[in-house]
């Protein structure tokens, strides 16, 4: 347990890294319709579509013309799993536009006794997801997973445009710092966690660029 905490305080306190301008876009956006790259989206392993779940706390995210209710939920009898929810609704009009389900739990920013996500939640409006407008039509949601010792933790992004909503980013992947200033929104990110004389850490970076987000290895 101690070897857990410290190495997430290790983590934490990784300063923001300069990222490179020559990434890989993440996705694209062509009339409103966003356009994901399978490279970025790791499926999950076990099959939970048929679980029943429940939703409730519903906040509003707005693009241009368009509002959409995000909604968060917990499958029936996983009250005691790991996270705070397993469960993302996203709906417009009343009409669900996309479902995603968690096996690993995902948790809340506002959430004092995660570590992990707690760090970053002055960066969280609503405690659930950081909601990043990225041109005048088109925001990012950023959702984390529940961290699990020096098993990563999920890193979950959502696009949203006045007429679509895709998940473009669903791999583990650990925030290690998050820049968000004039406009330009930035994280940090490591896809391993190296303890003392145990190797090299891979760090890597989620930029946003030209109205878009980036990856980018440093």
């Not at 966003?34 to 790791?42: G, K, P």
């Not at 939703?55 to 995210?61: K, Q, R």
């Not at 009343?94 to 995902?106: A, L, R, V």
């Not at 990043?132 to 696009?159: C, E, N, W």
Request: aromatic content about 12%; proline content about 2%; charged content about 15%.
């Amino acid at each position: 347990m101690f070897m857990k905490k410290m190495i997430l305080s290790l983590i934490l306190m990784c300063p923001l890294a300069m990222f490179a301008q020559t990434g890989t876009q993440i996705y694209s956006i062509n009339n409103g319709v966003v356009s994901n790259i399978e490279q970025f989206i790791e499926k999950q392993q076990i099959s939970i579509d048929s679980l029943e779940y429940s939703l409730n706390n519903p906040i509003l995210v707005s693009t241009y013309t368009s509002t959409y209710t995000i909604k968060t939920g917990r499958f029936s009898g996983w009250e005691n799993e790991p996270g705070d929810f397993d469960v993302i609704e996203i709906s417009k009009n009343g009409q669900q536009k996309f479902i995603y389900k968690s096996c690993d739990g995902i948790a809340k920013f506002n959430n004092s006794k995660n570590l992990y996500t707690s760090s970053f939640n002055r960066y969280s409006s609503n405690g659930y997801f950081i909601e990043v407008p990225m041109t005048t039509d088109s925001k990012a949601l950023i959702f984390l997973g529940q961290h699990y010792g020096t098993d990563l933790a999920r890193l979950i992004i959502f696009i949203l445009t006045d007429s679509d909503v895709k998940l473009v980013y669903n791999k583990k992947m650990a925030i290690t710092d998050i820049n968000s200033t004039n406009g330009n929104f930035s994280m940090s990110l490591v896809s391993n966690i190296v303890e003392e004389g145990d190797g090299t850490e891979s760090k890597h970076t989620i930029y946003q660029q030209n109205g878009v987000l980036y990856f980018g290895d440093n």
